[in-house]
């Protein structure tokens, strides 16, 4: 299991949806739409995390994840997988789940939570076998419920321990397949380390439409440096804002730590406007006193 004297890596960028998951989306959205305003399914996500996650007999931080499942025709299959979080008993996990719901169908779905074994290389679940992990718990429910409940929010404790909860927020997502290109570099970050420079990675987060945030993508680390270039982003505009180019997008820097408790550098939010653009954002610095 996971614990601070050997850990993995949870540095790289959180992984974007694949293509056959965004296609079946789109696909799913415009059969909405040519059903009218009678049609009885949608494309929804999910948002995960969890409390307490310390389940009997672990006595060590965990590093957990979660394998989502639906259920159909008596067989339950397999929907997605959350990342890895590394250290962490109350992990808000950024991949998000997209399923398809209809509202006429009693879909039963199931979260499965497990900590990875301690040689994890990524955060990257996909080719992970299951039995090698270790199994903490699951909880269950019905997408009804997720979506009746208020603000669309559902908490449910696990099995194994019912102090320990998987808490899932959903939200209907747009129909759009516009995709969008985010080239980021930092300049003169701040540096919250004192023997060697700040590790730095952004998270991104969303807003919903009850003006709560969720985090929906994470670059990859840059160590030991405080003018970062990352990766270029490439995904849909589901991901960032569900397709909506006026709901603001809020950016956070942070400084890694192997122990999970990232220190926040600083934060900002913008709009991210459809067409090409260019511009630069004023992080506001965070108070490490």
Sequence with gaps: ???????????????????????????????AD????????????????????????????????????IEINGTWKEMGRTEIIA??????FVKKIGISYNFEEVQKIRFDIYTADSGFKTSDVGS???????????????????????GYVWSGSLDANSQSTVNVIGEELQNTNAQITMNIH????????FFT????????SKVREDNTYVPCFRTEVKK????????????????????????????EVLDYEPTGRHQLIGKTSFLLLPGFFLFSLCILPHPFY
């Design 1 to 31: 299991m996971g614990c601070c004297l050997l850990k993995g890596d949870d540095t790289n960028a959180t992984k974007l949806p694949d293509n056959g998951i965004s296609q079946r989306l789109i696909e799913a959205s415009r059969a």
């Design 34 to 69: 040519f059903m009218g305003s009678n049609a009885m399914n949608s494309f929804v996500e999910l948002s995960i995390s969890c409390c307490h996650l310390l389940g009997q007999g672990i006595i060590h931080t965990i590093d957990p994840f979660c394998v989502v499942y």
């Design 87 to 92: 250290n962490t008993v109350n992990p808000k």
């Design 128 to 150: 992970l076998d299951l039995a090698d992990q270790i199994y903490i718990g699951k909880t269950e429910t019905i997408l009804a419920k997720i979506f009746g409940s208020h």
């Design 186 to 193: 930092c300049e003169h970050v701040d540096n919250t380390d």
């Design 197 to 204: 420079l700040s590790d730095v990675f952004i998270k991104f």
């Design 224 to 251: 030991n440096n405080l003018n970062p270039v990352f990766a270029e982003i490439v995904g849909g505009a589901l991901l960032f804002a569900n397709g909506d180019f006026h709901r603001t997008i809020k950016l």
